[in-house]
């Protein structure tokens, strides 16, 4: 298995050593946006320039105002726009609907995803109305389209020596951003991104390097503008973004995270996650005839998108790399010939309604009991912070052991355990101090109460159960005073205990457990959760943790 990673890992780098030597090469900076548009020779002129691109999405715009809107998430380097459009019914608006994002050329002269970023534009156009599965992905879902990350790049990839053996093209990758102390140009802005930038060999420090990773995550321009828009994308404590496609160039592959480790399921990833990244790729795959793998198993990176995507966002995010398979020539796998792009964009129409279908929630794809459990209004394995708030209303009295969302260390007093040492999802959970103090009863609940509070959570019409996670810990002179609570919060903040373990004599040993809670009387209304954890009467030991909090789906 590891042989098979190993031979389609070499000739990939291979590929990209041997496009060093016709793209690392010295080039005048600047230009701008108010140079001449550079377009694309004539054999290939059904590829879109820049300029074309832009005229494209305005058409579709123009004729499908109701449901398409074109804008600017930012400038590239040298000035230029860097257009989006949002796709849905009632485009205007904000509306409370599962987004799917895609967006294509973070390296310049991967052109044919540009092609497939317009071609899903077209049909989503085309079908409203028309084709059923369209439709409903217009109504319930909201699609955003970034048609060109890195526009300085894919221009400048057109301004080679048109008399030259490869016409105009410069086989150029990376951005056009000066590097500060040398006279080569350029970020690889998928290598740009901060989650575990440079860790890890995936990238480079070399600023001639076509992957070089920038002198610090976020230095590109083009990387900030798709890190303040998915950032922006968070609402009210819940990422919006459910599952995102980045289009490259070249292979025929679905990839999924991480590419900065081989490890499958590292810590940063769960096991319920990695789970349905497999099944959802392979559900791509089976549609268009690409081959679904762990992005590591191409080679590894660093500071790429993808792993930022999910690693920060929790979103699932695949990168395409599209047509040709591997060629291993930096000609041959860059530059189909664009009697390629009807046919290799058109093959993808079915993968991607199938993406955008079940990518409100890509737990769907391990089956009926997941989409129940994974699939309701809120969904949080703490892994990544969705906003808990500590003591919103300012009344905790607790001195230590306040909740955090941490990794727990383990305690036990003559072993028995008190705090557990490990979440019931990934790395994390909330817990009650989660170090080790000088003993087992330091960063324990001491001298009073301890709460915190989920974001606003919209019920629907026939709410699901709440489900959670839990354990509860005393010791020594422990009584009833000790407990951990549950409530459920209206939207006039009335509270309503809905679970509640208390201290016994003796003390209570912790072990997991799972609490379901019926949320029939707070159905259509918006609520939060809310959970304390008390230390009362004589200081007592008391530890308390919960994860995997679900709103389940009806
Ligand atoms: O190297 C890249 O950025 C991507 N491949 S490309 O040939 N289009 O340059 C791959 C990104 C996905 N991550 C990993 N394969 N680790
Ligand atoms: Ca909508
Ligand atoms: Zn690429
Ligand atoms: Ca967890
Ligand atoms: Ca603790």
Request: aromatic fraction near 12%.
């Amino acid at each position: 298995m590891r042989s098979v990673t190993r031979l389609s890992r070499r000739r990939t780098l291979g590929a990209l050593v041997l496009a060093i030597a016709a793209s690392g090469a010295v080039a005048p900076a600047g230009g701008g946006s108010t140079a001449a548009a550079a377009e694309f020779p004539s054999y290939d002129a059904r590829y879109h320039s820049y300029r074309e691109m832009v005229a494209e999405i305005k058409a579709v715009e123009a004729a499908h105002p109701d449901i398409v809107d074109v804008f600017s998430m930012g400038k590239s380097y040298e000035g230029r726009e860097i257009w989006a459009a949002k796709i849905s019914d009632n485009v205007k608006v904000d509306e409370n609907e599962p987004e799917i994002l895609f967006d294509s050329l973070h390296h310049a002269r991967e052109h044919m995803g540009l092609e497939q970023t317009l071609y899903l534009l077209g049909q989503l156009a085309d079908g409203w109305g028309t084709d059923t599965a369209v439709t409903s992905i217009i109504r319930y879902r909201e699609i955003w389209i970034v048609f060109a990350l890195n526009p300085d790049g894919a221009e400048y990839d057109l301004t080679g020596d048109p008399d030259g053996p490869r016409g105009p093209y410069r086989a150029w990758r990376k951005n056009r951003q000066p590097n500060a102390g040398s006279s080569y140009v350029g970020t690889d802005i998928n290598r740009n991104y901060d989650y575990r930038w440079a860790c890890c060999g995936g990238s480079s420090g070399d600023r001639s390097s076509i992957t070089y990773r920038g002198p610090e995550p976020f230095s590109a321009p083009e990387t900030r503008v798709m890190r303040d828009f998915v950032n922006s994308r968070v609402v009210n404590g819940q990422q919006q973004i459910r599952a995102h496609i980045t289009f490259h160039t070249n292979g025929e592959l679905i990839l999924f995270p991480y590419g900065y480790t081989y490890t499958d399921i590292p810590v940063d990833m769960t096991s319920d996650d990695y789970r349905a990244f497999v099944a959802f790729a392979k559900g791509q795959a089976s549609r268009n005839g690409y081959v679904a793998k762990q992005s590591s198993a191409l080679y590894v990176t660093d500071g790429d998108q993808i792993d930022w995507m999910y690693g920060r966002h929790r979103i699932f995010s695949f990168t395409w790399e599209l047509y040709p398979p591997e060629q291993g020539t930096v000609w041959g796998d860059h530059y189909p010939a664009d009697e390629q792009i009807a046919p290799q964009t058109a093959r993808n129409r079915s993968a991607l309604l199938y993406f955008m279908t079940y990518g409100d929630c890509a737990w769907r794809t391990l089956g009926t009991a997941y989409r129940t459990t994974h699939c309701g209004p809120f969904n949080d394995d703490l892994e990544i912070s969705r906003f808990w708030r500590r003591d919103p209303n300012g009344t905790d009295t607790a001195t230590t052991g306040a909740w955090q969302r941490g990794d727990p260390v383990a305690t036990s007093v003559s072993r028995r355990p008190k705090q557990l040492g490990s979440a019931t999802s990934g790395r994390y959970l909330m817990v009650t101090g989660a170090a080790l103090g000088s003993t087992a009863s330091a960063n324990d609940v001491d001298g009073g109460t301890s709460t915190v509070r989920s974001v606003t959570i919209p019920l629907p019409a026939a709410p699901g159960d709440l489900t959670f996670r839990w354990f509860f810990g005393t010791h020594y002179a422990s009584t009833t005073q000790d407990s951990l609570r549950a409530w459920i919060e209206a939207p006039d903040g009335t509270r309503t205990v809905v679970f509640q373990k208390s201290g016994a004599a003796g003390g209570v040993d912790a072990a997991w457990a799972t609490a379901r809670i019926d949320l029939a009387r707070w159905a259509g209304r918006t609520v939060r959760i809310g959970f304390s954890v008390t230390d009362g009467g004589a200081d007592n030991l008391v530890e308390a943790g919960f994860d995997d909090v679900r709103v389940e789906r009806p």
